[in-house]
């Protein structure tokens, strides 16, 4: 069998090594699995404790994509088999996921995503934390969760909130698709590099003279990335989301997840495909997942990192009780039918309390799976 990860140690010419990790499934598209989360755990502890490793790239093989994220016909196989139940693989999926996102985020030396081609769901919880994050002419970034009846997980309640005003309400309601310039306009990536100039960037990385401090690695490794990244601009693509800013920016105000989907369903398109097909992904999407996008934001806005995954896991969970999600997969990536047969049949008649006890954790405090997150090792 092929490893679902491949690790390299690259040397310099400091006398230093470069950890390299390629996500190995494309024939997936690198869709995450439990093993991959584990061996990418794993190797990312071993390398920030190991003095020789100075800085630490994450990408994916293959052209199509960087990680189109998680393997969610394999979830939809475990919920089939425990109904009304929260499958203990399902659970330990999206603990150890939030575990290795969070190890990015607050990683000690400088973590590099190169995140070209498909980079959705699971995918943007490994680049969003990374320190310096690339985006190329091929990249295409999005949380189209609403689609399959989840809702924007790896610290979506973190990252979508830390975007210009409304733009993370109208990406986790609409799972529209966004390219380089948008995923730099949104604070998704820092850089953009064209694809073709990969090679270069990776030799480069190779001869410079690496430190044992990571301040200094850090300072090195952005100086680098700045200059691929003006040496690349005029092959950035436009940009799509940026233009409706002075209609988005009203819904970080609005009061119920409806009220934001039908102001974003009568915007003025103009004969522009990329919104209708927002809005029509929207129209089509789960109306659960519309409230429990809404409600996470609002929530995430007073919430530290960690507390955003420990209440993702508690959602996560309960998703993966309740049927919507398991429903939603069904349609779109196992029957491929297209014909979700949704819980209710809009965004208003969704239940308050139902929405509450997707927030209801199922542990004690102490007893949460993720208590202990952010602790040292």
């Known amino acids: 069998m092929t490893d679902s990860v491949i690790f390299l140690e690259r040397k310099t010419s400091s006398g230093k090594k470069i950890g390299h990790a390629s996500l190995n499934r494309p024939a997936a598209l690198n869709a995450l699995n439990l093993d991959m989360i584990q061996l990418l755990m794993a190797q990312l502890v071993a390398w920030q404790k190991d003095?020789?490793?100075?800085?630490?790239?994450?990408?994916?093989?293959?052209?199509?994509?960087?990680?189109a994220g998680g393997d969610v016909v394999a979830m939809h196989t475990a919920m089939a088999e425990n109904p009304g139940a929260t499958p203990v693989a399902l659970q330990a999926f999206f603990t150890q996921e939030y575990?290795?996102?969070?190890?990015?985020?607050?990683?000690?030396?400088?973590?590099?995503?190169?995140?070209?081609?498909?980079?959705?769901?699971?995918?943007?919880?490994?680049?969003?934390?990374?320190s310096h994050r690339i985006v190329t002419n091929s990249s295409r970034l999005a949380m189209p969760e609403i689609s399959?009846?989840?809702?924007?997980?790896?610290?979506?309640?973190?990252?979508l909130n830390n975007m210009p005003p409304g733009c993370g309400l109208f990406l986790g309601l609409t799972g529209a698709s966004i390219n380089a310039t948008d995923a730099l306009y949104v604070n998704l990536a820092d850089y953009y590099v064209n694809d073709g100039g990969k090679e270069q960037w990776l030799n480069q990385l190779e001869n410079t003279q690496w430190s044992d401090n990571p301040d200094t690695n850090h300072a090195k490794v952005s100086l680098m990335c700045s200059e691929h990244h003006q040496g690349h601009l005029m092959t950035l693509p436009d940009g799509n989301i940026s233009r409706y800013q002075d209609a988005i920016t009203p819904l970080a105000d609005m009061n119920s997840a409806a009220e934001v989907a039908n102001t974003i369903a009568v915007f003025e398109s103009a004969d522009d495909n990329w919104l209708r097909r927002a809005q029509q992904?929207?129209?089509?999407?789960?109306?659960?997942?519309?409230?429990?996008?809404?409600?996470?934001?609002?929530?995430?806005?007073?919430?530290?990192?960690?507390?955003?995954?420990?209440?993702?896991?508690?959602l996560s969970c309960h998703c993966g009780e309740f049927g919507e999600f398991q429903e939603g997969v069904r349609a779109l990536l196992v029957d491929k039918d297209n014909k979700p047969a949704w819980r209710y049949h809009s965004i208003e008649t969704v239940p308050e309390e139902i929405l509450v006890w997707f927030f209801a954790s199922p542990w004690s405090e102490s007893g949460h799976p993720l208590a202990n997150l952010g602790n040292k090792e």
């Open 51 to 67: 003095p020789d490793i100075s800085v630490v790239i994450l990408d994916g093989s293959g052209e199509k994509a960087f990680c």
């Open 99 to 130: 575990q290795l996102d969070h190890l990015i985020h607050t990683y000690s030396k400088p973590i590099v995503v190169w995140a070209n081609g498909l980079v959705m769901g699971g995918g943007l919880g490994l680049l969003s934390g990374a």
């Open 148 to 159: 399959i009846g989840l809702y924007p997980d790896v610290g979506g309640s973190w990252f």
């Open 281 to 314: 992904t929207l129209k089509a999407g789960s109306p659960i997942t519309a409230n429990l996008v809404f409600a996470q934001l609002q929530k995430g806005q007073s919430l530290t990192l960690v507390e955003c995954f420990q209440m993702e896991l508690v």
